[in-house]
């Protein structure tokens, strides 16, 4: 078990006994100067404050860990496109070469920089909205700067609530169906990157992964986004599976050779946030895991990880392993991803919305466009 997996046991905890109880002591010690730093730091920001001449549209959460940020990234940042808009998306670039140094990674026709310049989820990105360039680094300001200067007439930020040196426009909050505010903890005791009562800050809520929990669940978790922030829209998102496409396919983004496969019994392998959300997934079009490898989130592929993963396949005689878009992105670099006597297939998914709920988000950024 590694300290990560750890750590979310000791969260998960209602009890702590033991070794886990004088760790559990130390978390709380620092889940405090955590609290303390962050409230620094929002301070300082927010009064060095950047207003930008352009629209400022935030896609954010409140919780560490996988909530959709980019399926709803790419959604938005296509329907404003083809509304005769033209948006630029900047991204931290989270464990690139250009992170600190920061940089365009697409103009929108073209990938300008290979995949480990860009970062994992930057370059993904990149590759599913066409015409729309992508920025990354941890300087947010200047990759708005540049952006708006090459011509952007809205810029979307990636994980912005927390980014209090851009002023924000709209600030679109999503919230996790399946793991919406965990033990209630901030790091490190919890997933909370900030307290609920920061949630009021919000303009709009998505409830993420809303088809995979039930009513009364989806009821209890608008009870407290309405107590928190009464008065704040919540709308529904879906992650829609397009079907299974080829890894070879998706690379050349050949999306029309999506295929459907029916009680196709897989092997499934991922190293995100939520390895419980892909699952349900994968059986929601039918496939059949019969076993799954987990890593964690933002895992570095080796040659070692494939071999594992195709001569696990191979001893429970599968022919097939589904990873996520995020995965293949980095897994696609490996020629024996291709050569190793299994198939890999990409499971891609797709934020949808009721006609209503598709409604009340395109309101709020007309609003301002």
């Known amino acids: 078990m590694n300290i990560v997996t750890y750590i979310l046991n000791l969260q998960n905890k209602k009890h702590h006994s033991g070794i886990d109880r004088w760790i559990w002591i130390s978390l709380?010690?620092?889940?405090?100067?955590?609290?303390?730093?962050?409230?620094?730091?929002?301070?300082?920001?927010?009064?060095?404050?950047?207003?930008?001449?352009?629209?400022?549209?935030?896609?954010?959460?409140?919780?560490?860990?996988?909530?959709?940020?980019?399926?709803?990234?790419?959604?938005?940042?296509?329907?404003?496109?083809?509304?005769?808009?033209?948006?630029?998306?900047?991204?931290?670039?989270?464990?690139?070469?250009?992170?600190?140094?920061?940089?365009?990674?697409?103009?929108g026709i073209h990938m300008l920089v290979d995949r480990k310049i860009a970062g994992d989820e930057a370059y993904m990105t990149a590759l599913q909205v066409p015409g729309v360039p992508i920025y990354i680094g941890k300087n947010r300001e200047l990759s708005?700067?540049?952006a708006i200067n090459d011509g952007a007439d809205v810029i979307l930020i990636d994980?912005?609530?927390?980014?209090?040196?851009?002023?924000?426009?709209?600030?679109?909050?999503?919230?996790?169906?399946?793991?919406?505010?965990?033990?209630?903890?901030?790091?490190?005791?919890?997933?909370?990157r900030e307290q609920l009562s920061e949630l009021k800050r919000a303009n709009l809520f998505i409830l993420t992964k809303s088809d995979q929990i039930t009513e009364n669940e989806k009821n209890d978790i608008k009870l407290i986004l309405n107590q928190w922030a009464p008065c704040i829209p919540?709308?529904?998102?879906?992650?829609?599976?397009?079907?299974?496409?080829?890894?070879?396919?998706?690379?050349e983004k050949k999306y029309?050779?999506?295929?459907?496969?029916?009680?196709?019994n897989v092997l499934l392998?991922?190293?995100?946030?939520?390895?419980k959300s892909f699952s349900h997934t994968a059986k929601e079009i039918g496939?059949?895991?019969?076993?799954?490898?987990?890593?964690?989130?933002?895992?570095?592929?080796?040659?070692?990880?494939?071999?594992?993963?195709?001569?696990?396949?191979?001893?429970?005689?599968?022919?097939?392993?589904?990873i996520t878009e995020k995965d293949a992105v980095k897994i696609g670099?490996?020629?024996?991803?291709?050569?190793?006597?299994v198939d890999f297939y990409v499971l891609p998914i797709e934020m949808t919305f009721a006609l209503k709920d598709e409604e009340i988000l395109r309101k709020h950024w007309e609003d301002l466009l």
């Open 159 to 192: 994980d912005g609530f927390q980014y209090w040196k851009l002023y924000r426009d709209l600030d679109i909050l999503l919230i996790d169906g399946i793991n919406p505010f965990g033990n209630t903890h901030l790091l490190p005791c919890g997933i909370l």
């Open 28 to 107: 709380r010690a620092l889940e405090k100067v955590y609290a303390f730093s962050l409230k620094n730091k929002r301070k300082r920001d927010i009064k060095n404050q950047q207003k930008l001449s352009v629209p400022v549209i935030s896609i954010g959460n409140i919780t560490a860990g996988g909530t959709g940020k980019t399926p709803c990234m790419i959604r938005i940042a296509n329907e404003i496109k083809k509304e005769g808009h033209h948006p630029a998306i900047l991204l931290r670039g989270y464990k690139s070469q250009w992170e600190n140094k920061g940089g365009v990674i697409s103009d």
């Open 234 to 251: 919540i709308i529904e998102g879906n992650h829609t599976p397009k079907g299974c496409i080829a890894l070879s396919d998706w690379k």
């Open 333 to 341: 670099d490996f020629s024996l991803a291709f050569n190793c006597g």
């Open 144 to 146: 708005a700067k540049r």
């Open 269 to 275: 392998a991922s190293g995100i946030g939520n390895p």
């Open 256 to 264: 029309e050779t999506i295929k459907k496969f029916t009680n196709a």
């Open 287 to 322: 496939l059949h895991p019969v076993a799954e490898i987990h890593w964690d989130d933002h895992h570095d592929y080796t040659e070692k990880d494939i071999r594992e993963i195709a001569q696990k396949a191979k001893s429970l005689f599968l022919n097939k392993v589904v």
